[in-house]
């Protein structure tokens, strides 16, 4: 879809439908107090006869207002006025867009950037209106046949702006949420389709598609010549090849670039420590992480960033097999550390340690790993926030600050050498699990280990990466979160 920002009056602009902002109890946005001058209170009267309370979400599309050159008029219930919150915003917003695509409107101009949302710019309102728009119309249809296109959909979306930062909002909405549909269709993908092969494929797309982009893939000969026992043993219990895929964009010269290395496990059976079946289907988005550093890489290639990034995915499957990993198997790491698999099933882990080691060679300023790493982190803090553990407090605070500005949130838990112990092994230098207790945490420590040479954050996105249920599919997180990290570090140059 397009988007536009306009200064012209609602009343006046050629466009299939206005959306205006109404509030409960009957209070009115100051364009709707304007289109309700204009119709000599029209507005007014549907609300006072009882056909819209104004909750958040809530929509009523109205024909043919008088003094409007519009044919339509959406309004859009957005809870109380002045006190609309981002839920109530995201919500108002994706209500608005399913209407507006179905009404038969080619285009629509929105003035719900004028609401007051609690320490929220009008570039936010903008950036986040253009995100969970994208969000809204996003459908999965890549093994689906006969997919019948939407009847007349929503192709341009304008917003009502006098703010000056509007324009570049909008475009930098459009690249992250383009970036989220990227992730979101690799994420959905099948197994079957979506192999370590069919993920360094794109890549190779995304390096011709932007001059910026270098890729290159190493294979498992190359990956062995390196030492990288610890991911090959992963990848030995299955019939598809590892790939190690390294994303490098240039946009600052010889600038110390941001490594973001994204776990990409595109099928996760558990190996020899077989998974439970009900819900192994949902093990296709153990590439999650991989999914969104794809995602970033492309938003950031589109704004043309000068900030230097590298993506490194290190991409397998973890399958049941008679050269699988198994429990009391001992593996040498690229590290040079010797890891004993308590359980298999632990192999994300095991796959990003090597990663880890060889994001060295870039001499990162930052390297952040993104990883569907561990249920307990969706026990610790459920579908709403992103685990964040790190060994740089500074870091940390820049991520934390970077999920509150993109409203992709994340919360810290801690890393402290008090967990380290539970690691300890009787027979190699690590054990890949350390029991029941705390989960996310010895996970992190685990991958703590591997890196001591540069300022480092984890991101345990088990629990954001993807929904289950009636809703089930990919949500294109953390990718707001990194590229919000991003420009809030180029900001901070």
Sequence with gaps: MQYFVTANAPSTQETDCIVIAIFEQGELSPSAE??????????????????????????????????LTSARLLLVGCGKQDKTTENEFNSAITAATKVLNDCGADDATSCLAEIKVADRSTAWKIRQTVIIAESALYKYDQTKSNVKPAQNPLNKLGFFS?????????????????????????????????????????????????????TTILEEAEMDALGMGSLLSVS???????????????????????????????????????????GMDEMKYDMCGSASVFGTIAAIA????????????????NMPDGDANKPGDIVTSMAGKTIEILNTDAE??????????YSERFNPAIVIDIATLT????????????????NDQDLADDLLQAGNDSYDRTWQLPLWDDYQPQ??????????????????????????????????????????????????????????????YLLNRIAAK
């Design 423 to 484: 690691l300890d092994s009787n027979f190699a230098d690590i054990a890949n699990i350390g029991g029941k207790e705390a989960g996310s945490v010895t996970a992190a420590c685990f991958l703590a280990r591997f890196t001591e040479k540069f300022t480092w954050a984890h991101l345990d996105i088990a629990g954001t990466a993807w929904n289950s249920g009636k809703a089930k599919g990919a949500t294109g997180r953390p990718v707001p979160l990194l590229v919000q």
């Design 375 to 390: 249920g307990a982190v969706i026990v610790a803090l459920g579908r709403q926030a992103t685990g964040l553990m790190a």
């Design 302 to 317: 589109e704004l043309n960033l000068p900030i230097n990034v590298v993506g490194i995915v290190p991409s397998s499957e």
């Design 34 to 67: 304007l289109i309700n001058e204009q119709s000599n209170g029209y507005i007014k009267k549907v609300i006072d006869r009882g056909d819209m309370t104004a909750k958040a979400g809530q929509t009523l599309l109205l024909q043919d207002v008088a003094g």
């Design 236 to 278: 030995r219990g299955s019939r598809e090849p590892a790939k190690l895929i390294t994303m490098n964009y240039q946009g600052a010269g010889d600038e110390r670039p941001v490594v973001l290395v994204g776990k990409g496990l595109t099928f996760d059976a558990g190996g020899i420590s077989l998974k439970p079946s009900q």
């Design 162 to 214: 006098q703010d000056s930062s509007s324009d570049l909002a909008a475009q930098t909405g459009h690249a992250i949420a383009e970036g989220m549909n990227l992730a979101r269709e690799l994420s959905n993908l099948p197994g079957n389709i979506c192999t370590p092969t069919y993920l360094a494929e794109q890549a190779v797309d995304l390096g011709e598609r932007f001059a910026t982009v270098t």
């Design 348 to 357: 994300g882990r095991l796959i990003l340690c090597d990663a880890l080691t």
